[in-house]
């Protein structure tokens, strides 16, 4: 007999590319290991409202390549108060629900784990966000098809930027890490790129730049993450424009792209070896914690810690991009 009846699973905070994948590979293994589960809509709102719908094995079909989520996301203010939990937990009692599988990230973490703390029902989360900041996973569902997008996009930017002698300040998210500026930074030829992590000095860039301009290169590519403290891509772009007359400036922000699109081929294996990470863990007891991904091989890691500790950038990757732009 199985350890649980029934368990449940939803998806919360923003939506990566993945998510999908994953939500198919938690049903399809509850199934197989004969436990009856329940999506639980709109996150943490829907434990709240009981929005709560039984999934069958056809239910997921034909999602693995589909972005976003079929559950739908919503940040929701009232789980952070008690009185919202006890009004999840009763909706978990009424539809028999033992067990919750979390996709999301840390903020996700933080609510599955408060809530497990007061109440005795096992949480599992996945780490399902394009920012890859998540402690105890070396990659996030979401990370890499954000990756080829940004990368996608920068390379048919370069096209124009090429054609006009333009100078391109394009910002990526990363509202207070790094991680997706500096990969793609790395992999589309940015000349620079101005992270969370790491000061902005503007004189470091103007030198950049003056050299740039010596060497009379065709366009120049600066990838800026959103949480910069140079107060982001308009702001910096405004700054430059000033000094540097003979190049035209432009701006693009690439937005909510980023977290749109069909999941590459990485990010569909990583959410489904994850989601039966989580229902495998279940199995074995395993309460309030991640599943992650380290070494390539799963992991599983403690809400606490996850959630306490941070991942930090590497910083010789910066290296790396003024090494390759010699």
Do not use: W
């Not at 034909?62 to 203010?77: F, V």
């Not at 937005?255 to 294996?269: A, V």
Request: charged share 25%.
């Amino acid at each position: 007999m199985p350890k649980f009846k029934k368990i449940g699973v939803l998806t919360s905070g923003g939506d990566s590319p993945g998510m999908n994948a994953a939500i198919r590979a938690i049903v399809r293994a509850a199934i197989y290991n004969g436990i009856r589960i329940f999506g639980i809509y709109e996150g943490y709102e829907g434990m709240i409202n009981g929005d709560i719908r039984e999934l069958k094995s056809t239910d997921v079909s034909n999602i693995i390549q589909r972005g976003g989520t079929i559950l739908k996301s919503a940040r929701c203010e009232e789980f952070k108060t008690k009185s919202g939990r006890k009004k999840a937990y009763n909706q978990l009692i009424k539809n028999g629900i033992e067990a919750v599988v979390v996709i999301g990230g840390d903020g996700t973490f933080k609510g599955a784990k408060t809530f497990s703390d007061e109440y005795d029902i096992p949480f599992v989360g996945l780490p399902g966000t394009i920012d890859n900041d998540l402690y105890g996973t070396d990659m996030t569902i979401g990370f890499d098809t954000a990756l080829n997008t940004i990368v996608d996009a920068v390379d048919k930017i370069r096209d124009t930027a090429s054609s006009h002698n333009r100078l391109f300040f394009i910002e990526v998210m990363g509202k207070d890490v790094g991680f997706m500026a500096l990969r793609s930074g790395v992999t589309c030829g940015a000349e620079a790129v101005l992270i969370p992590e790491v000061p902005t000095h503007l004189d470091t860039l103007r030198k950049h730049l003056e050299k740039d301009a010596e060497r009379k290169k065709s366009s120049n590519i600066v990838l800026v993450a959103e949480g910069d403290d140079s107060g982001g891509a308009f702001e910096i772009a405004k700054k430059v424009r000033k000094e540097f007359k003979n190049y035209d400036v432009k701006v693009t922000i690439l937005g909510h792209i980023q977290r749109g699109g069909s999941p590459t081929s990485f990010d569909r294996y990583l959410a489904s070896i994850l989601g039966i990470g989580a229902i495998d863990a279940l199995l074995e007891d395993q309460k309030s914690v991640m599943i992650g991904y380290v070494d390539k091989e799963i992991v599983n890691i403690s809400f606490a810690k996850t959630t306490k500790h941070h991942k930090t950038i590497n910083k010789k990757m910066l290296k790396i991009i003024e090494i390759l732009n010699v």
